[in-house]
């Protein structure tokens, strides 16, 4: 069981690094279709495998199933090192809260896992006797997930799921620290000399993603985040970042799969003034609304005092007040006639929210991408 490795890469005509896929095996499949893979790649796949998506175990399939090549390198995630814990380590009473938890809106392997030995959903009644059967059943895959490694280096990168300790020699870093680093994407320190790829974090969570969920560059201190939110934020892709040698240097690309429903622009928009950069930020949600418009609204985040136009659909109440309620950014998105653009929500009343064939998400009239 080796918990570091490292490879020279001279041989692959590229480096793919994929991140944070949470059990969405379809929109996976669509990025490995997307990639054209060969044996001349090389596929860092850099954790977080199960849970919020439905799709853990076909997505901790074909996990496995690419594995076996030599050309894929699979490291663990924060997410992946549950399954332990659901099958040995837990105490009863922790895992079924934490599987409640999950049901809220998201999906959980464990209870996938029991739906297809027939079981119904885990209780306190039933919960010994389905983990004991998932603990046979799946005794190869709890062994697969516990014995991956934290990360990977080659010549210039470094691959880990979460961040690194901020010391030289990234090894001496903690699990913890590897795997579950909040921080780390938007303020760790990284002083080994090369360059940190991470997931983990969504990148939406920083402002300097901007209106995108495209992997993010910290080029001040040699850091990369790729986690495109799926299964974590409402509106999201999965995403890959493709390295490829660029004389003596590197050139950095993204490729993304989703599932939203495409269309066409029907006519040209472009914004008669731009709204400034405004969007919900974990944990910066609460809000408070300055002045009511007719599709938006300006609001400040009590949390970092940020002021911006929200899209009236996108924000809502609970028990501390006014909120987003939907992963939503301010920004009027410039179209030109038959642009291709992904729907990300046609239901808010005179605008509809799209993402660009680069990744940028907006708002533009509802008839630029409506018929009626």
Not at 52 to 80: P, Y
Not at 135 to 144: N, V
Not at 193 to 205: C, F, L, M, R
Request: net charge negative; hydrophobic share 40%; glycine share 8%.
């Amino acid at each position: 069981m080796e918990r570091y490795l490292q490879r020279k890469t001279s041989q692959y005509r590229r480096v793919i690094a994929v991140s944070d896929i949470h059990g969405n095996a379809s929109v996976f499949r669509s990025l490995l279709a997307n990639l054209h893979l060969t044996d001349d790649d090389l596929l860092v796949l850099v954790g977080d495998y199960i849970n919020r998506g439905k799709e853990s175990i076909e997505t901790l399939r074909i996990v496995m199933d690419l594995a076996q090549r030599e050309n894929v390198v699979v490291l663990k995630g924060n997410m992946d090192r549950l399954i332990d814990w659901y099958l040995w380590r837990g105490e009863e009473e922790e895992l079924l809260a934490h599987f409640a938890d999950y049901r809220r809106g998201w999906g959980v392997l464990f209870d996938d896992w029991a739906a297809e030995c027939g079981f119904p959903l885990p209780n306190a009644e039933n919960f010994a006797e389905i983990r004991a059967v998932l603990q046979k059943k799946h005794a190869a895959e709890a062994s697969f997930i516990r014995d991956l490694p934290f990360g990977l280096e080659i010549e210039d990168h470094i691959f880990v799921h979460a961040g690194i300790a901020p010391v030289t020699e990234w090894r001496a870093s903690t699990e913890q620290q590897m795997l579950k680093n909040d921080p780390f994407l938007a303020h760790g320190a990284n002083p080994t000399g090369k360059t940190v790829v991470v997931g983990h974090t969504p990148v939406w969570n920083s402002m300097e993603s901007e209106n995108t969920n495209n992997p993010i560059f910290f080029h001040d201190r040699h850091v990369i985040g790729i986690d495109g939110g799926i299964g974590v934020k409402d509106f999201s892709q999965l995403n890959a970042l493709v390295i490829t040698r660029d004389g003596d240097g590197y050139r950095y690309e993204t490729c993304f799969a989703d599932e939203y429903p495409r269309t066409v622009a029907r006519r040209s928009f472009v914004p008669e003034c731009a709204h400034s950069l405004f969007k919900d930020m974990w944990p910066d949600y609460h809000l408070e609304r300055l002045e009511v418009g007719a599709d938006f609204s300006y609001c400040r985040l009590t949390g970092s005092g940020r002021e911006g136009w929200a899209k009236n659909e996108h924000i809502g109440t609970d028990e501390n007040g006014w909120r987003f309620v939907r992963s939503s950014v301010s920004s009027l998105l410039p179209v030109t006639v038959g642009e291709e653009l992904a729907v990300l929500d046609g239901t808010c009343g005179n605008f509809a929210y799209v993402k660009n064939a680069s990744g940028r998400i907006g708002w533009v009239p509802r008839d630029v991408v409506d018929a009626k």
